[in-house]
Nanobody, 121 residues
Framework: HVQLVESGGGSVQAGGSLRLSCAAS????????MGWFRQAPGKEREWVAT????????AYADSVRERFTISQDNAKNTVYLQMNSLKPEDTAIYYC???????????????WGQGTQVTVS
């Protein structure tokens, strides 16, 4: 199994920045893809960004492209989400996810963290 722990959430004014971290532990050698998702109150969980562990290929949702950057430090088994130019509509609980397969479509990922709250006012 793989355990994921997110950190770095908080409250920020519109236009500000936050950096989220996701630390993985356990059978991290099996992880092939990691991603960030978010869920706003009353809405479904949505995909934000993904990164392949080998090679670092990334992908972003249109709503965050050019503002958010996903990156990784494989030596620390940690994935980051740098969020700039934050908007009130970015307010959500942000979740980290990992999978041993190619980056899954939708929400069918093998491992999930508990989430970290981001509030933009």
């Amino acid at each position: 199994h793989v355990q994921l722990v997110e950190s770095g959430g908080g409250s920020v004014q519109a236009g500000g920045s936050l950096r989220l971290s996701c630390a993985a532990s356990g059978y991290t050698y099996s992880v092939n893809c990691m991603g960030w998702f978010r869920q706003a109150p009353g809405k479904e969980r949505e995909w934000v960004a993904t990164i392949y562990k080998s090679g670092g290929s990334t992908a972003y949702a249109d709503s965050v492209r050019e503002r958010f950057t996903i990156s990784q430090d494989n030596a620390k088994n940690t994935v980051y989400l740098q969020m700039n130019s934050l908007k009130p509509e970015d307010t959500a609980i942000y979740y980290c996810a990992a999978d041993y397969r190619a980056c899954p479509r939708g929400l069918l990922w093998s491992y999930w963290g508990q989430g970290t709250q981001v509030t933009v006012s």
